[in-house]
């Protein structure tokens, strides 16, 4: 399984972007989909997970209400619709994959995450 994010930029606060994270090899093994971020000096965060079927969308209490993510089975490929972002919201953003479902408890925890993407950067300027 292969994840390649894009969709980084520099915005000012209150903009908007949206990350994609595509999906490649062996496209069954994304179960469950996460984002995470990690700003300089600062521990690996969850942002949001979603699960390929039956539902299940999760989002870090920082990001409810102003982030989005969805996915496109179809073309195998994550979203992450970012709106209102704020100044701490700057960070590496990476996807990441679980050919299997992920417990609800579990899908905030990194270490349930097999697979990662290269990461995207997000700065967003006051």
């Not at 520099?10 to 908007?16: K, M």
């Not at 999760?58 to 100044?87: C, E, H, Q, W």
Request: hydrophobic share 35%; net charge positive.
């Amino acid at each position: 399984v292969q994840l390649q994010a894009s969709g980084g930029g520099l915005v000012q606060a209150g903009g908007s972007l949206r990350l994609s994270c595509v999906v490649s090899g062996r496209t069954s093994g994304s179960a469950t989909m996460g984002w995470f971020r990690q700003a300089p000096e600062k521990e690996r965060e969850f942002v949001a997970a979603i699960r390929r079927v039956g539902g299940g969308i999760y989002y870090a209490d920082s990001v409810k209400g102003r982030f989005t993510i969805s996915r496109d089975n179809a073309k195998n490929t994550v979203y992450l619709l970012m709106n209102n972002l704020k100044p701490e919201d700057t960070a590496v953003y990476y996807c990441a994959a679980n050919e299997n479902r992920i417990i609800t408890g579990l899908v905030h925890n990194p270490n349930y995450y097999p697979y990662w993407g290269q990461g995207t950067l997000v700065t967003v300027s006051s």
